[in-house]
């Protein structure tokens, strides 16, 4: 959701933050405090082959951490030190403990809470600083904690001493260290912010476990903290104490969790973690070290080879780790020694076999899922080093998209004739927890049919179509757009025509029925947009929504017999033009900006030229080359009217890619990647980054905070560009596993009988679907016009399949598809790229003696008597060619195509 502008940000702070009402500036909270950490003392400089770190002489926490190469970039907020020096902020450094001793309770300790000069401790050898902290520790603590920063083989650790000094055995039931970097973004602008500013991405792996930290540019050496001693990454909390404001400028700081059974029985009771909850119990005056190194990468893409090369183990999965339970997976394992064991939790739910080993010598296996939801395999080495890797397991996705569109068609289907807003009939916003739909919501457009959060069900519905239509599902649709869509949601008349509202419900209890609303919810917010500013059209995220729509009808009615009778194609092409339009004429502010689903107005292109739409064809080109110069001429062109955002990325690169600003398509993905990360773990992989739509997506609530979502609709559309920069760098397979989990992703949250949430919460206290189903339709728009299969041979794992199962014979390789829409397929060797208008690809096989590729297209069904074929490569084809398609009659039986 991407409506408020930046002094909304402030409002933001203000409605999730305590003690709100005595806010004056965005730190107020924060300056109002003592300075207790002591950063008007003399500072503590030190240089190592990578870094120039510098540390708070009083507290030894870190003030700075500069790449030794780019000593003017600092990866922790440095610049924010003067106001973050506070008791209960936490800095790089800090420890958080929970502690139980004999028949005791849990008690917390931080060396945060409460500041004092810590002890320093006399330095030998490779040791640079060391300090005993029980001076910010309380007296009580039944342990004694030293902090050391040290090198090892020239890399910097930190490490922390644990000693028990109490005469009976003690229980450390939560050890974890704050992960503080600079993704402060307040008050900073977009080219700052990537200059600037960095995201992190955890790999909550045990022992295979670290923390990747990226700039916003993507660009210069990555930050992974990893591992060294004791070390082990079981959980990454939030750390919701810190008062440092979070809102749509800061998503907050976690912290590294070694072990945390003390969470799990108390705030997390009874959900399902990551990793199994552990703690360790200390005898008296045993000792034990916790450390973890830093260390540089040389770039996000050599972050594998970095793994590689400290000696951490590694875990490649493909197609990744959303595994449909008809796909046959692949997972690689490369490690300096063997494995010893590997469990499945819950027992059965994958089935995993060794397959040999590749060529290069990584450990290879066959993973299979066969029971739907979350599953752990645990990896243990025969050193003893344990590594988790997280599956969810889904359904084929076949019936994942059968049962979505079914759910969203009789569930979330509303069509109440007394309607006084007039959405009926319509898929409508749907709480799933209560197993109702939301007509009513204090946020207007959630139950109003348009923006991104209230739009995303018909829109959903819609895209649906496009991958696996469905004629009674169409049929329904049909009455949405003649009744709802065209004349309602969109204006269909007068100086407004083609205009998209914000919101079709609105607050006016002076002009609508008594109990027209519901009392129990409340109204009296910005949100509740009364009938004028519901009325808007000046919103120009809503309109990709209403221009996909048509789109997909304008196809379906193109390419197929029988599915669409209320209009004809040109209608549909025509309102998808013209919608197009209304955007940069009517909304021309926020048109000035990427748009979620943006890319949508590339597709309407292509076809009008297609179509031999000359004319307006000319137009649209004309009109969005004018976006794209003015982005050409940005540093970093895709915010919004957010300060960052992470959805204007999808439309600024396909459109600089189509015009040849290389460049900027270039910068544009890069950006990507830095928020979009790929690890062995089903919940991060792929997962672009977005921290705020709980509050304007998500169920009003307790979960309605500012919290970093999984597979938000992000994942989805900024896989759209990364796929494609796939296909145009076939030998890149960092692109396609970061695309390909995004794509997967999109999809993963769909429940067993077809509900779609607007994303998982990612706290250890939730870890769950979000309640309501909000704006999921921008992700399912994502998945739906990029789902396709990729067929590669990669020079270390060998020959690799995404979106099919592969099978070898001799020189022939084969991949059957099993995709829903089973309409695109990538042949990398080949650089061969397939799309069907209409049909579809049961399988493709390879001949990499000859080159040879045979292509075997499914039978005729009743509303799909031909294959329309399209082919990006240097092929000609017996056919003939329509639209720039070969027209392929169907027969009853399968058909091979050699091309």
Known sequence: MKHINFWMAVLLCAIILPEAQAQQTYWSRVEKRESTLGVSDVYQKFETPDFKLKLVRASQTVAALNPVKEPYFDFTPGDRLEIRDKDSLYHLGDINLRIKEAN?????????????????????????????LANTLPSDIPVSVKRYYELDNDKLVIRFEITNKSGSPVEIGALGIPMVFNNILEGKSLVETHAQNVFFDPYIGK?????????????????????????????????????????????????WMVYSKAYAENEWKGVEQWNEPTSLVLKPGESKNFSFKLVLSEGIKNIQETL??????????????????????????QYKNEVASIKVEPKGALEIKADGKTPSGSLKYVVQGKNWGR???????????????????????????????????????????NDPFGRNPSPITYDYEKKEQVTKDGRAWISGLSDEGGAGSWLAAIMKQLVQPDRGEITKLQHFVDETLWGNIQYNEGPNKYGVKKSVFYYSPDSLPKGTYDEKVNYNTWAAWDHKHANDPGRSYNYPHVAAAYWVLYRLARYHQGLVDNHSWDW????????????????????????MEGSVFLLILKDLQNEGLTKEATDLEERMKQRAEHWRALDYPFGSEMPWDSTGQEEVYMWSDYFGFDRKAFITLNAILAYMPTMPHWAYNGNARRYWD????????????????????????????VLNQFRKKPDDLYLLRVGYGGLLGGISNITQDGFGPAAFHSYPSTLKIDGISGDYGSGFYGYAVNTSSYLVKDEHLGWLAFGGNLTQKGDVVEMEITTASKSRVFIAPKNLWLTLDAGTVQKVTYNTATGEVLLTLGGITEHTPVA???IDGETTLPYKKVRGAYEIELGKKEIQIKL
């Open 104 to 132: 005791g309770e849990w008690k917390k300790y931080s060396t945060a809470y409460h500041r004092a000069t810590v002890t320093p401790l006399s330095t030998t050898g490779n040791i640079l600083a060391a300090a005993d």
């Open 207 to 255: 022992d295979a476990g670290y923390l990747e930290v990226k700039r916003l540019s993507g660009r210069g050496p990555a930050l992974l903290v990893l591992p060294k001693e004791n070390m082990a990454f079981e959980n990454y909390r939030p750390l919701i104490d810190d008062p440092t404001p979070k809102s749509i400028v800061f998503e907050g700081f976690h912290e």
């Open 308 to 333: 590689v090369q400290e000696a951490l183990p590694v875990a490649v999965g493909v197609p990744g780790y959303v595994l449909p339970q008809d796909v046959k997976g692949q997972l690689f394992l």
């Open 375 to 417: 599953a752990r395999v645990t990896i243990t080495y025969v050193d003893g080093v344990q590594q988790t890797v997280n599956y969810k397991v889904i359904k084929p996705e076949s019936e994942v998209i059968r049962d979505f569109g079914h759910f969203l068609t009789t569930e979330q289907w509303f069509d109440d004739p």
């Open 572 to 595: 549909y092409l025509e309102n998808a033009y013209q919608t197009s339009v209304a955007m940069v004429e009517k909304a021309p502010y926020y048109a000035q900006f990427g748009q």
């Open 694 to 721: 709980f509050l304007y997506g998500g169920k009003a609530g307790p979960t309605s905070r500012v919290e970093r979502q999984i597979h938000h609709y992000g994942s989805s559309l900024n896989a759209i560009p």
């Open 868 to 870: 329309y074929l399209r």
